[in-house]
């Protein structure tokens, strides 16, 4: 079960071998059915998630090889060890769906429960919801965004519980297939026609910024290092400069000022983390940022700070013209474990100091001369129905990320995954600023307009597209899809009842 559940992360970004999944969940229901008790059937999908997941999150061994003098012996356990803890996850709907009679009701119950404990992976320390399974129809391109246009109804959750019912369909037979093919045709109609007849635009009177999202590509050991600060804020700098002056000469002389392309302000933004020090402490350097951005309506920029109780704090600040002064900060409220922050169950210590503090949560910053803009730090874009403060829906999305702690791996690419699925849930833009890539641009149905790929250096100069209307999942959230898997659920339980209260059966 172990090599099945790892030949099924395949079906992941950015491989996208989607049809391993009608080969891997089905031997792990025949497993099931011939599993002697529920425990045993527990005991097989812990194996087959304990495979998935630490194949699918192999690329975690690059964080710890960045620090091997210090935790060598984490290397072989590093991504074991976190697929360890999400086990639970896939043992418990093994082990719920045993109860049930065999037959479709029992694939029935699986793909239910497996949905509902995929979804309760935001529970787990801080959470870590990495690779739904409905992320696999990300396809890259044009049939990518066809396919994930239903997660504005019912969001990535709800793709995986269709994913679930599509994966376990060749047990069914000559029906099953049928069902397969009559719900691709569907599935793809209507995401063609979503993106044929495009939605309602929003109504913010200010149109969306021109964004320069500044990828500095500096090699996470370099940072470590912090021999080379001064290169790097230089390195910043002159991009920053170059950016905002290409954006500027596409622009027009508009009557509030020098503005970006069609007449829009401008605004920069650099990376997680990217500033070599504690920029609300530096006045100097503020000032050299903005200098360097002269033109723009504003810069983004990722730092770290400590706050009134010396807790250290990962945070992005808003910075305005002429001198730097701070028009906003906002603090990362998703915190990676044993990144981060330290999980009191870990008997010996791999977060330095004591890590950091979390954020209140999301916001939306209001900053003069542009558009609400919802900021989010790294990490926290994974959360489907928890990157937008319902109560103050901004106008654009702006991420802001550090991968280079994973190399050039899957996990960049997985992360990425995870921005686009936000901008089809939410309707809304996304500008992701990221230090050695990959740095990119999607609108509000999750199509790539830009991008910055991987360990390259440079600027992307882009128009960000404008919001669309909420759509039925951002009014709703994650209430969607539970309620889909619970309407599954109670289906899969009153097939196996009439199965049992069928003569001669049992």
């Not at 926290?380 to 928890?386: A, K, L, N």
């Not at 992701?432 to 740095?439: E, H, K, L, V």
Request: hydrophobic share 50%; with cysteine; aromatic share 8%.
């Amino acid at each position: 079960m172990l090599l099945v559940g790892a030949l099924g992360a395949l079906a992941l970004p950015p491989v996208h071998l989607v049809p391993v999944m009608a080969l891997c969940f089905p031997i792990l229901m025949r497993m099931i059915d011939a599993a002697p008790d529920w425990r045993v059937a527990a005991r097989r999908g812990f194996m087959f998630g304990l495979g998935m997941h630490t194949a699918g999150l192999y690329w975690l061994t690059d964080a710890i090889m960045l620090r091997a003098d210090a935790f060598w012996w984490l290397v072989p356990l590093a991504s074991p060890g976190c697929a360890l803890i999400l086990t639970p996850t896939t043992a418990i709907p093994a082990a719920l769906s045993r109860l049930v009679p065999a037959g479709m009701a029992r694939g029935l119950v699986l793909a239910a429960t497996w949905t509902l404990a995929d979804m309760m992976r935001v529970f787990i320390f801080s959470g870590f919801p990495w690779n739904p399974p409905g992320s696999i129809w990300e396809f890259p391109g044009r049939a990518g965004d066809v396919m994930i246009q239903p997660a504005a109804w019912i969001g990535v959750d709800g793709l995986t519980l269709l994913t679930m019912v599509l994966a376990l369909a060749p047990l069914w037979g000559r029906r099953g297939w049928m069902a397969i093919a009559a719900t691709l045709l569907l599935w793809a109609g209507v995401g063609t026609a979503r993106l044929s007849f495009p939605a309602r635009q929003g109504h913010d009177a200010r149109p969306n910024p021109v964004v320069v999202l500044v990828q500095g590509n500096v090699p996470e050991a370099e940072k470590m290092a912090g021999n080379e600060d001064v290169a790097i804020f230089r390195r910043y700098l002159a991009l920053t400069h170059d950016g905002v002056g290409q954006a500027l000469s596409q622009g027009t002389q508009g009557t509030q000022g020098t503005q970006g392309t069609q007449g829009r302000p401008v605004v920069f933004a650099w990376p997680e983390s990217a500033f070599p020090g504690l920029l609300l402490e530096d006045a100097i350097a503020r000032r050299m940022i903005m200098q360097a951005g002269r033109g723009a309506v504003a810069g983004v920029i990722g730092t770290l700070r400590q706050d009134e109780q010396d807790r250290w704090r990962n945070s992005m600040a808003v910075l305005l013209p002429p001198d730097g002064q701070v028009g906003g900060v906002y603090d990362k409220s998703h915190l990676v474990p044993f990144g981060e922050y330290q999980p009191a169950l870990l008997p010996f210590h791999v977060v330095p100091g004591d890590g950091m503090a979390a954020g209140g949560g999301v916001r939306t910053w209001h900053v003069p001369g542009i558009a609400p803009v919802g900021p989010l730090i790294c990490y926290e874009v994974i959360f489907s129905g928890q990157t937008v403060d319902a109560h103050d829906r901004p106008a654009w999305l702006l991420n802001s990320t550090n991968d280079g702690w994973y190399g050039d791996s899957a996990g960049p690419r997985q992360h990425l995954a995870a921005v686009r699925m936000r901008a089809v849930e939410e309707g809304l833009p996304v500008a992701r600023a990221a230090n050695t890539g990959i740095s990119a641009i999607f609108d509000g149905y999750g199509h790539e307009v830009a991008r910055l790929g991987w360990d390259r250096t440079g600027v992307i100069v882009r128009a960000m597209p404008d919001a669309l209307s909420p759509p039925f999942f951002a009014r709703w959230g994650r209430t969607v899809p539970v309620l889909l898997a619970f309407g599954l659920l109670g289906a899969g339980l009153v097939a196996g009842w009439r199965n049992r209260a069928a003569p001669g059966r049992s």
